[in-house]
């Protein structure tokens, strides 16, 4: 099992920034790729950012140029750096986690509110 543990979600005027942060813990050998999603109320749950174990990344339009994935593997913790947040980037954020075999793990998400 893997244990995803999210952090940094808060309170933000737009055009600010926050740094999300997601730590995984337990049998994490085999953890490929690593992803970022959001839901909105009333909407579906989206992909924001994804990294892969060798650090290769993509990102939804609607966050390029203005969100950055990373992770740190000696920490098993991947982050997002939100920079010139906007009112519609306000969402629940979950860290999603893939092995090899298949097996998915979701966080249980932090909130993230961008006030206009």
């Known amino acids: 099992q893997v244990q995803l543990v999210e952090s940094g979600g808060g309170l933000v005027q737009a055009g600010g920034s926050l740094r999300l942060s997601c730590a995984a813990s337990g049998i994490i050998f085999g953890i490929n790729n690593m992803d970022w999603y959001r839901q909105a109320p009333g909407k579906q749950r989206e992909l924001v950012a994804t990294i892969s174990s060798g650090g290769s990344t993509n990102y939804a339009e609607s966050v390029k140029g203005r969100f950055t994935i990373s992770r740190d593997n000696a920490k098993n913790t991947v982050y997002l750096q939100m920079n010139s947040l906007k009112p519609e980037d306000t969402a629940v954020y979950y860290c999603?986690?893939?092995?090899?075999?298949?097996?998915?793990?979701w966080g249980q998400g932090t909130q993230v509110t961008v006030s206009s």
């Open positions: 999603k986690a893939q092995n090899a075999w298949g097996n998915v793990y």
